[in-house]
């Protein structure tokens, strides 16, 4: 005999546990269904360890989606603020960090804890591990083949994640089962990840790995409304396969194959003008001018690339040269060549297409009872905490709606 229950949660991650949380604590039968052997590896990895669970600013134009509006009920019904409340409420010590990020104090267990808690204080039932083979839709609801047998739930909610990081468990299970379903998927990529390089344009910076520093980075083909898609002002970090740090993972949602990523190594001033400046008063060479604003390293394969000697005298070089020189760090373009691909993307783009899915409840329009939440919906949000508190706003709605 199959099993009876009024809500199937599969996955249980961030937005799977919130989910189950919040219908447990309406009186409803839930089963959380989790293939892994450890519980939300995702939370435990993320933020160092100590997971970035939420960002206080969080709001609708942090987030990407073909359909950008759809995030907007989620968000503001289930709040930061909301989940601040919940941590308080567990005694999570926490502390804010750059723009907005909250961070546990310790450990990220603490947030998997808390969850895990809040779920069997209203009898959730657990199956994990415990791999789906199948969902299929019944007259009164839905059965759903699995290693521990049959399971019949009323409704099914999918928060089975993308594809990203898949050595601790990303599977496509989720879409799998949009598509049996008829839902349409906006095509996947690799979101907030490191940008790689390759050929001539990266041989003079290939050497600079380690280097760090604050930068502005945009993207956009140039041309039309994608003149400019995201900027952003974080840590850039020079790697031996090309460019990472907060600043390339965050413009890694916005590029796309085949355009120039823009990058500004000293948005405080306008070099041209600084060096054009210097020249009547400045007796020094052109390397030991630079390296006064960016580390040594950079300039000296800034000066190669530009075909530029480092030993040349300031007061020597034509104005017209120096102008090209500031541009290239004020506006150096480069065109990626890839990423570094799911294995480090942090998170996916793209997913269940949300023009299927209704913003009120998560549930797909076409198909009653049949719910998808988190990272396996085309709403993907910036680096800084902004993907959990997508996880938590729409398990929340989900969770209040099945």
Not at 40 to 57: D, L, M, Q
Not at 111 to 132: F, G, T, Y
């Amino acid at each position: 005999m199959a099993k009876q229950f009024d809500v199937a949660v599969i996955g249980a991650g961030a937005a799977g546990m919130m989910c189950a949380a919040i219908a447990g604590a309406r009186g409803k039968r839930v089963v959380l269904i989790d293939h892994a052997e450890k519980l939300a590896e995702k939370i435990r990895i993320s933020g160092g360890g100590r997971c970035n669970f939420t960002n206080i600013n969080a709001g609708p134009a942090n987030f990407l989606s073909e359909n950008p509006h759809f995030c907007k009920s989620a968000l503001s019904r289930y709040t930061a603020q909301d989940f601040l409340a919940l941590v308080k409420k567990h005694r999570i010590g926490y502390h804010e960090k750059h723009r907005g990020q909250l961070f546990c104090n310790d450990s990220s267990e603490q947030i998997i804890a808390m969850l895990k808690a809040e779920c069997s204080a209203v009898d959730v039932n657990w199956r994990m591990p415990c791999k789906v083979h199948g969902v299929t839709k019944e007259l009164d609801g839905y059965l759903i083949d699995t290693d521990h047998g049959d399971i019949t739930a009323d409704s099914v909610v999918i928060a089975t994640g993308g594809l990203s990081i898949p050595k601790i468990g990303a599977t496509d299970l989720g879409y799998r089962i949009a598509t049996q379903f008829g839902l349409p998927l906006i095509e996947t990529r690799p979101g907030l990840v490191p940008l790689t390089f390759d050929g001539p344009s990266w041989e003079a910076f290939a050497p600079l790995a380690g280097i760090a520093l604050e930068v502005e980075v945009s993207t956009g083909s140039g041309k039309g409304k994608n003149a400019q898609r995201g900027l952003f002002r974080e840590d850039l970090l020079f790697t031996h396969r090309g460019l990472s740090g907060p600043a390339i993972l965050q413009i890694s949602s916005y590029w796309e194959p085949g355009t120039p990523i823009v990058v500004n190594l000293l948005p405080e001033m306008d070099v041209a003008e600084e060096l054009i400046g210097a020249k009547t008063t400045v007796k020094k060479q052109l390397g030991n001018v630079l390296t006064q604003w960016l580390p040594t390293r950079l300039v000296e394969g800034l000066l190669l690339a530009n075909g530029l000697a480092p030993d040349a005298r300031l007061a020597d070089m034509p104005d017209a040269k120096l102008r090209k020189l500031g541009d290239a760090i004020n506006r150096w373009a480069i065109v990626p060549t890839g990423s570094e691909g799911y294995r480090k993307a942090e998170v996916t783009l793209g997913g269940v297409d949300t023009r299927a899915l209704s913003q009120q409840t998560m549930m797909a329009k076409d198909v009653p009872g049949l719910y998808f939440i988190g990272e396996a919906v085309d709403v993907t949000g910036w680096l800084g905490g902004y993907n959990f508190q997508w996880a938590w706003a729409s398990g929340y709605v989900a969770g209040q709606s099945v």
